[in-house]
Nanobody, 126 residues
Framework: QVQLVESGGGLVQAGGSLRLACAAS????????MGWYRQAPGKQRELVAT?????????NYADSVKGRFTISRDNAKNTVYLQMNSLKPEDTAVYYC??????????????????WGQGTQVTISS
């Protein structure tokens, strides 16, 4: 089992920044990638960014966040971060951290992720 705990959400004005963190614990040795997803009210859960854990730190971003968000990792702390800059009201959502049970490609969809955190609310005011 793997446990994921997100932190860092909150309320900020448009143009502001937030940094989310996802701490992983448990049987993390099989994890090769982690991802951030978000879900706004009335909408489907969508990809935000993913990063490889085992080597290279390759990243993948949704077009809507490219150039504004940065995903990073600290393997020593078993933690993945999402730095969010130039935030927009449309970024308002619950943000979830996710990890697979078995190795997956960096561009794998949400159905490939087995473990999910409880989510953290991000609200951007205009």
């Amino acid at each position: 089992q793997v446990q994921l705990v997100e932190s860092g959400g909150g309320l900020v004005q448009a143009g502001g920044s937030l940094r989310l963190a996802c701490a992983a614990s448990g049987n993390i040795f099989s994890i090769n990638a982690m991802g951030w997803y978000r879900q706004a009210p009335g909408k489907q859960r969508e990809l935000v960014a993913t990063i490889t854990i085992t080597s290279g730190g390759s990243t993948n971003y949704a077009d809507s966040v490219k150039g504004r968000f940065t995903i990073s990792r600290d393997n020593a702390k078993n933690t993945v971060y999402l730095q969010m800059n130039s935030l927009k009201p449309e970024d308002t959502a619950v943000y979830y951290c996710a990890a697979p049970k078995t190795p997956i490609p960096l561009d794998a969809g949400a159905s490939s992720y087995h473990y999910w955190g409880q989510g953290t609310q991000v609200t951007i005011s205009s």
